[in-house]
């Protein structure tokens, strides 16, 4: 067994794809690459997941962030997602390092979704988006007990499709630059004034408000 002063860290794999065909063997294979890592990896399969207990004995070139790496790496064609959570204090810590690898895993796959081809990192690797994942966990809560004018548009309009929330989400996301969002929503720049001017007309969201600005931010995220 592992000893309870031991530094240790987790690595988390879960298959790309958010439901796996019957029968894949993605995670049976990263599973036998994980144990083979070092004798002392204790591997453990979660349903669709895949949580690697790993002492931290060696050089940072055979640490947690390099077992994320080849976990992703082996099985590139079949899509895994690593995540490598910080060393731990002993067994009390693993906990934390579990939670902090999965949420790594999350911004990962946030990111394969927008297109980009990084399939393992630790918390450095994904930089600021671990604190914004944390801050939008937090913030769900409070935005899900609210109400008020962007609460009513983002309902009304999510039911009805999404479109606003989607245009303001581009236009936020351009520094309010009118051109680039319409560019990225293929629709013509009059049109996306027209649907800012209606947020502000029929719903009362003024995004020349900083306040108002900050708390779409927070509702076109946490409802993506």
Known sequence: GLSPDAACAVVVAEPLASAPAPGDRTLDVAALQAATYRPSVRVLRDGDRLLVLLPVDAGPDRGAAALARELAGQAQDAGVLAGAGPVAAGAAGVRE????????????????????????????????????????????????????????????????????????????????????????????????????????????????????????????????
């Open 97 to 224: 390092s579990c939670e902090e690898a999965l949420l790594v895993v999350r911004v990962l796959r946030e990111r394969a979704a927008a297109g980009d081809a990084r399939r393992s990192a630790d918390a450095a690797g994904v930089g600021p988006s671990l604190d914004v994942a944390r801050v939008l966990d937090a913030a769900r809560p409070v935005w899900e007990a609210g109400r008020g004018p962007v609460h009513e548009l983002v309902r009304t309009d999510l039911a009805a499709g999404g479109e606003l929330v989607r245009s303001l989400a581009a236009y936020l996301d351009a520094s309010g630059d009118v051109a680039r969002a319409a560019e990225r929503l293929v629709v013509h720049p009059n049109t996306l004034r027209y649907r800012l001017r209606r947020a502000r007309e029929r719903f009362g969201v003024d995004l020349d408000d900083p306040d108002t600005r900050l708390l779409v931010t927070l509702a076109v995220r946490l409802s993506g």
